[in-house]
């Protein structure tokens, strides 16, 4: 299941964005895009709320990332001020889609028992991630070198808690969630690349791949990412990189 944050980039020329969705248009995929709906550089923008639209009327699933201008952590708002936000951000996206978001996720994978309070107050079930491309760093040096061992590191980890049945089983196959940003312009250039290194690094460790690996359809694709939402803050998930150590 690939899902993308932090966009829709706001780029007339040469926007990230774009090219992420003209590749999952070839190769017939359908992902969530977890969308920044008022960021000055993103959503805010002419282009951000065009690319919203595109995103859903190409049949991908839009959740929520934000709706402030810039990147805020929802665990460092009050309570008031977040649901401020998260009514913002469900009016804003059904302005654009004329439907509320079903799925929220938080800026740094920074949540609490009051943060998923509020999401659920509003209808929103949190997402978070089983592997991580770790390409959040948009500006300055953004490019990897450690592309295939990182997800071969995360798929590895992935794969344990599957054989100990661990992970939810949806119309037969075990989603597994993959997180990139649509805004870094290096993972847009190599986005075909990950989608092969993925695929590849699954056939490495053994785990069984369905006939179509990536979901090809916004219902299924959106049952499945329900699924793997998170119920409440004692689960304790695993998040990316440095964010456990310091959430934890």
Do not use: C
């Not at 991580?132 to 070198?145: L, P």
């Not at 359809?217 to 998040?239: F, I, M, W, Y």
């Amino acid at each position: 299941m690939l899902t993308f944050d932090d966009g829709p980039a706001a780029a007339v020329n040469d926007n990230p964005t774009v090219h992420i969705l003209e590749v999952l248009a070839q190769r017939h995929i359908k992902a969530v895009f977890f969308t920044q709906t008022r960021a000055w550089n993103g959503g805010g923008t002419d282009m951000g709320r065009w690319l919203i639209r595109r995103e859903y009327i190409e049949g991908h699933v839009i959740g929520l990332h934000s709706a402030t201008p810039f990147h805020s952590n929802h665990r460092f708002m009050d309570r008031e001020h977040l649901d401020q936000t998260m009514q913002l951000g469900i009016d804003d996206l059904r302005a654009e889609t004329g439907a509320a978001p079903k799925l929220v996720r938080p800026p740094f994978w920074a949540y609490d028992a009051d943060t998923l309070a509020s999401y659920h107050a509003h209808g929103l079930r949190m997402l978070l991630t089983d592997l991580s491309a770790n390409d959040g760093k948009i500006y300055g040096v953004n490019f990897s070198w450690h592309k295939r061992s990182n997800m071969l590191n995360h798929l590895t980890e992935t794969r344990q808690r599957w054989a100990e049945g661990k992970m939810p089983e949806v119309d037969g196959f075990t989603p597994v969630v993959v997180t990139f940003h649509d805004v870094n312009t290096y993972t847009a250039r190599h986005i075909e690349e990950y989608l092969d290194i993925l695929l590849d690094v699954a056939r490495e460790l053994n785990v069984p791949l369905a006939d179509k690996p990536f979901y090809d359809n916004h219902d299924e694709l959106e049952r499945a990412a329900l699924a793997a939402t998170v119920s409440g803050a004692d689960s304790k998930p695993k998040l990316p990189g440095l964010w456990n150590w310091l959430w934890r």
